[in-house]
Nanobody, 124 residues
Framework: QVQLAESGGGLVQTGGSLRLSCAAS????????MGWFRQAPGKEREFVAA????????YYADFVKGRFTISRDNAKNTVALQMNSLKAEDTAVYYC?????????????????WGQGTQVTVSS
C-alpha cells in the first residue's frame, strides 16, 4: 500500500551534517506516523526519531537529542532527518518507517512499512 524510499546518505567527516529524505509512493501517508531507525553491522536495529501524523509531536533517542531533527511535509509525502554534529557512532544504515495508527510508536515492531535504507558513514 505504501512504498518508502530513503535518500541523502553518504560519507561525511566527524562534525559534519547530512539530511536524509524519505519519499512515499502509493497510498498517501498523510495520517501515518513516521519513524527513523538505524542499524550498524553486528548490532540490533535502534530507534532514532519519530513524528506524529500531524507533525506536531516528535520523539528522539537520547543519543541524538540536540543534534538530529525530524520533520515532515505531508503535501509532498516526505519525511526528513536533519543530522548535525555527526559522530563516528552514527555510522549505520538508516531506515524510514510508516505506521497507520494514530499514536506515534517508538518500537520498530509497531511499524508496518519500511524503506530499503540509506548508508551513512561518518569518518575522521
Amino acid at each position: 500500500q505504501v512504498q518508502l524510499a530513503e535518500s541523502g546518505g553518504g560519507l561525511v567527516q566527524t562534525g559534519g551534517s547530512l539530511r536524509l529524505s524519505c519519499a512515499a509512493s502509493g497510498r498517501t501517508f498523510r495520517r501515518y506516523a513516521m519513524g527513523w531507525f538505524r542499524q550498524a553491522p553486528g548490532k540490533e536495529r535502534e530507534f532514532v526519531a519519530a513524528i506524529s501524523w500531524s507533525g506536531g509531536t516528535t520523539y528522539y533517542a537520547d543519543f541524538v537529542k540536540g543534534r538530529f531533527t525530524i520533520s515532515r511535509d505531508n503535501a509532498k509525502n516526505t519525511v526528513a532527518l536533519q543530522m548535525n554534529s555527526l559522530k563516528a557512532e552514527d555510522t549505520a544504515v538508516y531506515y524510514c518507517a510508516a505506521d497507520p495508527g494514530t499514536s506515534t510508536p517508538l518500537q520498530g515492531s509497531a511499524y508496518n512499512y519500511w524503506g530499503q535504507g540509506t548508508q551513512v558513514t561518518v569518518s575522521s
